[in-house]
């Protein structure tokens, strides 16, 4: 079990606390060829009908039925982000995936692949050599060893961006800051120092997630206002108490502001264990009977002495974690635990269990 303890908030920059409304990144897919692998390439039958529009492209006519027993091409999926503010010409990181049975796309190359935006539109064209981390191996008589994914690779900037996503970053007169943790608490400490800094009736929050203040319209002023906002220490609010326990891998997290009232605790484990044997049965000399083998089964219950534990009050981090080691139990144990305190009403706090 590993017990984590959130530390006491301290100021952060704005630009660490809130995004600008509009300021954002956009996903861009494509689909595409991956050629020159080294016979491990996908047989599956888009993979064919796309190598037959490509050929068809250059002037070359495969004949119907043929099969051209593709072993070096795969057909991918080649996704990417377009940056915020990203300009035709500008360089872009891709990743390219395999969708069909190929083994391994080390030592391929993504042919030109038009990626598109969720309207539809083009906005980069990729290609080049992929860089794949993993790879596999496989004998003759069928054994077969993979180290990570082959069958993913990426191409740094191996798309070109050819259209600019238009942005309304330079449109009206305010900006909209929208934090990354909606909380009332710290919305109108962002109001209070932007208002000290700017001026009354400056800013103003919509509600706990977005702060609006008025900027200028000139594109230029408006750069430099953001970076004068942007590099402001705000003390965020603190979160409210929380307890989350992730069941699969036994980790707690125990926020600042947790409480526990008083509380008794009792903790013991039972065990049962039970071994199957068997016996011989031997008949008299004269009684006629036949030797027979006889099922013996024994149970076997132990029980470890159950200790009481006061659990609480703790007001304080430090107390939670002196009152949990003193438990000394597994991490199922106290996963448990914390459960029935928070049934009985002990536990000040939310329990999540993930």
């Known amino acids: 079990m590993a017990l984590v303890l959130s530390q006491p908030l301290q100021a952060d920059r704005l630009k660490d606390l809130a995004s600008v409304q509009g300021v954002r990144s956009n996903q861009l897919i494509g689909y595409g060829l991956v050629v020159g692998l080294d016979g491990t390439g996908d047989k599956a039958p888009f993979t064919d009908q796309t190598f037959r529009n490509l050929m068809n492209k250059f002037g070359i006519t495969i004949p119907q039925g043929s099969d051209p027993?593709?072993?070096?091409v795969a057909a991918v999926t080649v996704h990417a982000d377009l940056?915020?503010?990203a300009k035709p010409g500008q360089l872009v990181d891709i990743t390219v995936s395999s969708i069909g049975n190929a083994k391994s796309l080390r030592g391929g190359s993504l042919l030109m692949t038009p990626l598109k935006g969720a309207d539809g539109q083009v906005y980069?064209?990729?290609?080049?050599?992929l860089v794949v981390g993993g790879f596999g191996a496989e004998g003759a008589d069928g054994s077969s060893i993979t180290v990570n994914v082959p069958?993913?690779?990426r191409i740094p900037n191996g798309a070109s961006v050819e259209r600019a996503v238009p942005s309304g970053f330079h449109r009206g007169d305010t900006l909209t800051f929208n934090l990354h943790i909606a909380d009332f608490t710290t919305a109108k400490r962002v109001v209070d120092k932007l208002n000290d800094l700017l001026g009354p009736q400056t800013a103003y929050a919509m509600d706990a997630g977005s702060v609006k203040v008025k900027a200028p319209r000139d594109a230029s002023q408006r750069v430099s206002f953001l970076s004068v906002l942007e590099n402001i220490n705000i003390e965020p609010g603190e979160g409210s108490a929380k307890v989350i326990i992730n069941?699969?891998?036994g980790t707690i997290v125990v926020g600042q502001n947790v409480k526990v009232l008083p509380a008794a605790v009792t903790h013991g484990n039972l065990s049962v264990t039970i071994s199957e044997g068997s016996d011989v049965s031997q008949p008299g000399a004269f009684s006629g009977?036949?030797?027979a083998v006889v099922?013996?089964?024994e149970i076997d219950i132990e029980q470890e002495p159950a200790r009481m534990f006061k659990f609480g009050p703790a007001i304080t981090l430090n107390e939670i974690v002196q009152a949990v080691n003193q438990v000394g139990a597994a991490p199922g144990d106290i996963m448990a635990i914390?459960?029935?305190l928070k049934t009985a009403g002990a536990l000040k706090a939310e329990l999540i269990v993930i």
């Open 247 to 249: 069941s699969r891998t």
């Open 69 to 72: 027993k593709l072993k070096n």
């Open 83 to 85: 940056p915020p503010f």
């Open 151 to 153: 069958s993913v690779g």
């Open 338 to 340: 914390l459960e029935a």
């Open 289 to 291: 009977g036949e030797t």
């Open 295 to 297: 099922p013996r089964s």
């Open 124 to 129: 980069a064209m990729a290609q080049g050599s």
